[in-house]
């Protein structure tokens, strides 16, 4: 067997163990010869918010969801022929096709005997369904490239053609506030974003780190044949042309009772997969990614369905807290909107929550604003990037979105007392941005102010913070105006957040002076 090269990687927490409402392991059935090809699908969610995906999943797919015993996973199964809708779920960050689960893996104490077990494996595992359905993943993303490309050139086409009057009594800056939109929307990003993709060896999707969990990718090189249908383990040339196809293996070890690393197990497993298939490696352009989860004694082996992560399809202009926009979308459904809502995001930084709330629910009208300028601005770029985006969609003129955005002041908002029936925002940490300090002023002006605008009985309210001592000190002051409903526990970035919501009371808040 050929050296396997396996790489380092820092701390993730994983689940891997799926278990439906009666309490019975998910696994793909084979499918039997001339039946519906179907998959069970795994797909990383915010964690906390794993009912709200499950409630997504059944209402747009009619599929039951089994959730992870571990925070930040569910599985479901669908026809493969649904795939397409799959990618559009808005709360999932990445999905992947179940080869395999096993709820109760024994693992030998000796490193050499677990790890040849776990080599001895991949010759056991039922492959050839999970691949027709990679296969057939990788022929929809390579149709909606061709799609893109094709929009992409007819717009370029469409700005020759135009004489250029329009944009004579512009300034500078707006004139480049547009090409930096139209550069994002074609997929260029800043250097410097905070939310750009995590590199190999950082912490998994959710950002949690513990001490007893790691990372790693491992490598192997050897030639295959083309062709979808050729069948595991052959990996003999198929007819016609024939293509090399590359793979990486990425392993998720969580707990301290293996004997292994996580990168001796991607590398062994990666050496037995090369071996199997005969499929060369390659650590950044590969074509298969293949998953091994090990969670305690659970194990589960997938194949990546997703490049990069789902939730940064909106933005484009990144600020230094970047909210992603599955976990916005988590909380926009958290508070139910409703039909002509009016939905204002207070402190909105670049835009996540309101520009997923305008897209997905574009019958209410969302409201956008922040007290920085520059905030404001990178808001007004990604709405900018998303107008061109839909455009580019439906090869014509943008149909608009629901969204406007302004500059203004948290603690004194230019709008009417008791207008607006949903607030929705991402509350300063005191981290990043502000203080911790500061947060004991603003937090309670906050509340004020919010109590002020929302409308009295039938109002609510969904804040994230992770400053949670500070946030139920202010709460306390003013439960006269706000009563905690519901409170979802979740992970930003390695920080232990909360996502509060809170109804409005009856009580009328005090009127606020007229501005003019």
Not at 166 to 181: I, L, M, P, V
Not at 208 to 232: F, P
Request: charged letters at 30%; hydrophobic letters at 35%.
């Amino acid at each position: 067997m050929a050296e396997a090269d396996g790489g380092a990687g820092a701390a993730t927490a994983t689940a891997t163990a799926t278990v439906t409402a009666e309490g019975a392991a998910l696994a793909p059935a084979p499918a039997e010869e001339g039946a519906e090809l179907a998959a069970v699908i795994g797909a990383t969610v915010p964690t906390g918010f794993e009912l709200t995906a499950a409630e997504e999943v059944q209402e747009k797919l009619g599929s039951a969801c089994g959730i992870s015993r571990d925070r930040g996973k569910i599985y479901f199964e669908v026809p493969a022929r649904s795939l397409p809708q799959v990618h559009r779920l808005r709360s999932v960050d990445n999905l992947f096709v179940v080869v395999q689960e096993f709820k109760d893996y024994q693992f030998k104490e000796n490193k050499e005997d677990a790890l040849k077990d776990l080599e001895d494996l991949v010759k056991k595992l039922p492959w050839t369904d999970p691949l027709k359905v990679w296969e057939l993943n990788n022929s929809l993303k390579k149709k909606k490239t061709k799609r893109k490309k094709h929009n992409l050139q007819s717009t370029a086409s469409k700005e020759k053609l135009n004489d250029g009057g329009e944009e004579e009594g512009t300034d500078q800056k707006d004139a480049s506030n547009r090409e930096d939109c139209a550069q994002n929307a074609a997929g260029a990003e800043p250097a410097g974003s905070q939310d750009a993709e995590k590199t190999q060896g950082e912490a998994s999707q959710n950002g949690e780190e513990e001490e007893d969990n790691e990372h790693s990718d491992a490598k192997a090189e050897l030639q295959a044949g083309s062709g979808s249908e050729t069948k595991a383990g052959e990996g003999e040339k198929g007819e016609g042309e024939a293509k090399v196809l590359k793979f990486r293996v990425t392993c998720n070890r969580a707990g301290d009772k293996h004997s292994f690393t996580s990168n001796e197990a991607a590398r062994d497993f990666g050496g037995a997969v090369q071996e199997h298939f005969q499929w060369k490696a390659d650590m950044t352009n590969f074509d298969v990614e293949v998953l091994l989860n090990i969670h305690n004694n659970e194990v589960v082996v997938g194949i990546a369905l997703t490049e990069e992560s789902l939730h940064r399809r909106n933005i484009t202009h990144f600020g230094p807290t970047t909210l992603r926009s599955t976990l916005a979308y988590g909380m926009l459904r958290l508070c139910d909107p409703q039909p002509t809502d009016i939905i204002v995001d207070p402190m909105c930084g670049t835009g996540a929550i309101p520009i997923e709330g305008a897209t997905e629910w574009p019958s209410c009208y969302h409201i956008a604003g922040d007290n920085n300028p520059q905030a404001v601005k990178r808001t007004a770029n990604n709405i900018c990037s998303l107008l061109k985006k839909n455009e580019s969609k439906e090869s014509g003129t943008s149909l608009g979105i629901p969204l406007d955005i302004m500059q203004w002041d948290i603690c004194n908002l230019p709008l009417r007392t008791g207008s607006v029936d949903i607030i929705v925002t991402d509350m300063p940490f005191g981290k990043r941005i502000g203080s911790k300090k500061k947060n004991w002023d603003l937090y309670p002006a906050c509340l004020m102010e919010m109590g002020r605008i929302c409308t009295p009985g039938t109002g609510r309210a969904v804040l994230l913070t992770q400053d949670k001592k500070c946030f139920a000190k202010a709460l306390s002051r003013l439960g006269h105006i706000w009563r905690k409903g519901q409170t979802v526990w979740v992970n930003v970035g390695g920080l232990h957040a909360a996502v509060y919501l809170l109804r409005r009371t009856w009580e009328r808040a005090e009127e606020k002076r007229s501005f003019w």
